[in-house]
């Protein structure tokens, strides 16, 4: 069942096209990675499904009702639904970690003693010790802000969670922690997740996978399978081959070494 949809979804901004007629459904409590190269618009795009740009045209469903047509009030009741991952975490520098990650509900009004278990219960789940809960994002390492980045997604309960770029400028083993702690909330909350990322690693724990070529998605498949995809963007871009459908800047010139 899919959960969002997205109809000939095209965003252009002045002159310049983005998004160019993406079609794609995503699935109910399913991870979906969106990849494709730098500057194709992936996060432009994840940006759109959640409300923060509006299309220049298309349809976007979720749960079958179609966001572009919603005003500002209803969208703000859209936006319960969803969890947002930004690139770089996001933190504010002047809060700490308690303060970082209950910064939604403290803004509602709710006191900080009903706050405190709930941020604690989100650290716990995002395996990060309480002694953390004061310090600031400067004290942290870059594995613990992405962390702490997604315990303040998961505080308000979303079923749905976007992640942009989650393991940008993380090591190999502190993004594959991140990625067990992403495949680890799906499956413990049936959440739908959609990725956009550059790390193929990823796909060890998605379900999909849509490569967004040239503004549109030229091809969607199941992740376990990826590796023996004959797909022509598919077998390029996985690969890193500089000749294929998908352009780039080196075209077909000659590499020397």
Known sequence: MAIIKLVNVKKQFGDKEVTKGVNLEISQGK???IIGQ?????????????????PTSGNIFVEGVDVTLLNQRQMNQQFKKFGYVFQFAALIDSLNTFENIGV??????????????IVKEKLRLVHLKEDTLYKYPAELSGGMRKRVGLARTLVTNPHIVLYDEPTTGLDPITARIIHELM?????????????V??????????????????????HVCDAENIWQ???????????????????????KQKIKV
């Open 31 to 33: 991870m979906t990675v």
């Open 183 to 195: 495949y680890s909330m799906q499956k413990n909350f049936n959440l739908t997740s959609v990725i």
């Open 229 to 251: 995809s004959t797909n022509p963007y598919i077998y390029q871009f996985i690969r890193g081959l500089t000749e294929g459908p998908i352009q780039n800047e080196l075209g």
């Open 38 to 54: 730098s500057g194709e618009g992936k996060s432009v795009l994840l940006k759109q499904i959640i409300g923060l740009i509006k």
């Open 104 to 117: 939604t509900l403290l803004e509602n009004g709710i006191s900080k003693k009903d706050v405190m278990p």
């Open 197 to 218: 990322s550059h790390d193929i690693n990823i796909f060890k724990y998605a379900d999909r996978v849509a490569l967004l070529s040239q503004g549109k998605i030229v």
